[in-house]
């Protein structure tokens, strides 16, 4: 009886452990969801210096397209190409997250704008690789990076991202654009491009 018992307990255990995981991770692509990705960021701006976090926001360019003309089964393999990539130039403390649909977010710990877009230039040539295995069209992202002020909340800091972003789409897509100043006078870069063929 204690050793049904026990495997009673130890299975419960790791059904709690699987729910748990199903709870926090996007089923599709293997990351955080938006719910988890915000609690672990928030932890993290919690515990890490002031301004030494940067925050990514990318998406892929023209993604309604492929759901259109590939079909849907097609837009969920560059997804998982998409987030495969990311995962694949993480460090352990890094959080990444999908956002919705194909937007996703990732948070460099203890790093700079610069690192950050070094970072971008990694996962989109992990892109340009997976895509031949995946044999998918030549997918392009658009990055709008900015660096976490001190004290700043995440939603503020991904309204600043997404404007980034949304300028980088603006300036051409397949790039990323970074952001400094605040939400109501953004200061943004020069779109900077990322080794992919032309969106």
Same mark, same amino acid.
């Given at each position: 009886?204690?050793?049904?018992?026990q495997?009673?307990?130890?299975?419960?255990?790791?059904?709690?452990?699987?729910?748990?995981t199903?709870a926090?991770?996007d089923a599709?692509?293997q990351?955080?969801?938006?719910?988890?990705f915000h609690?672990?960021?928030?932890?993290?701006l919690r515990?890490?210096?002031?301004?030494?976090?940067?925050?990514?926001?990318?998406?892929l360019?023209?993604?309604?397209?492929?759901?259109d003309?590939l079909g849907?089964a097609?837009?969920?393999?560059a997804l998982?190409?998409?987030?495969?990539?990311?995962?694949?130039?993480?460090?352990?403390?890094?959080v990444p997250?999908?956002?919705?649909?194909?937007?996703?977010?990732?948070?460099? @710990?203890?790093?700079? /704008?610069? *690192?950050?877009i070094?970072? #971008?230039?990694?996962i989109?040539?992990?892109? $340009? &690789?997976?895509?031949?295995?995946q044999?998918?069209?030549?997918?392009?992202?658009?990055?709008?990076v900015?660096?976490?002020?001190?004290?700043?909340?995440?939603?503020e800091?991904?309204?600043?991202?997404?404007?980034?972003?949304?300028e980088?789409?603006?300036?051409? @897509?397949?790039?990323a /654009?970074? *952001?400094?100043?605040?939400? #109501?006078?953004?200061?943004?870069?020069?779109? $900077? &491009?990322?080794?992919l063929?032309?969106?």
């Amino acid at each position: 009886l204690a050793m049904v018992g026990q495997r009673t307990e130890q299975q419960l255990r790791e059904s709690r452990q699987r729910l748990r995981t199903l709870a926090n991770l996007d089923a599709l692509t293997q990351v955080p969801n938006r719910r988890h990705f915000h609690e672990r960021v928030a932890h993290a701006l919690r515990h890490d210096p002031p301004g030494s976090t940067v925050l990514l926001m990318f998406d892929l360019d023209h993604f309604k397209g492929i759901n259109d003309s590939l079909g849907h089964a097609a837009g969920d393999r560059a997804l998982t190409v998409v987030s495969g990539s990311m995962l694949e130039h993480l460090r352990a403390e890094d959080v990444p997250g999908r956002l919705g649909g194909d937007e996703f977010a990732l948070l460099l @710990r203890g790093a700079s /704008v610069a *690192a950050a877009i070094t970072v #971008a230039e990694r996962i989109v040539q992990a892109v $340009q &690789r997976r895509t031949v295995e995946q044999q998918l069209p030549r997918l392009t992202l658009s990055f709008g990076v900015v660096q976490v002020l001190a004290h700043e909340r995440l939603d503020e800091a991904l309204r600043r991202a997404d404007q980034a972003l949304f300028e980088a789409k603006r300036q051409g @897509r397949n790039c990323a /654009v970074s *952001a400094e100043g605040d939400e #109501a006078h953004p200061v943004f870069s020069e779109s $900077q &491009r990322l080794g992919l063929a032309p969106a």
